[in-house]
């Protein structure tokens, strides 16, 4: 089993910047990939960005050259820094992990405004 603990998100201004942190905790497999995924009101969630445990990166492309995702292995923790933020960044950004299961957090609210 794998809990994974999110936090960062909050309320910006347009242009302004966030940090989101995801922990996970349990059983970890050391190869693995995590990532962050964002569901604004009435809309699909989408893949924003994710990473595998060596270091490769995806990222939506409404989001390249803004969004940065890292990992620290040694904590099992994921990060994504939000710079440039726009107010249609704003949704609720849930963090995955997958190994052979897959693994949801409870998701943190960004709204960003105007």
């Known amino acids: 089993q794998v809990q994974l603990v999110e936090s960062g998100g909050g309320l910006v201004q347009a242009g302004g910047s966030l940090r989101l942190s995801c922990a996970a905790s349990?059983?970890?497999?050391?190869?693995?990939?995590m990532g962050w995924y964002r569901q604004a009101p009435g809309k699909q969630r989408e893949l924003v960005a994710s990473i595998s445990s060596g270091s490769s990166t995806r990222y939506a492309d409404s989001v390249k050259g803004r969004f940065t995702i890292s990992r620290d292995n040694a904590k099992n923790t994921v990060y994504l820094h939000m710079n440039s933020l726009k107010p249609e960044d704003t949704a609720v950004y849930y963090c995955k992990y997958t190994d052979y299961k897959v693994y949801w957090g409870q998701g943190t609210q960004v709204t960003v405004s105007s």
């Open positions: 349990g059983s970890i497999f050391s190869s693995n990939v």
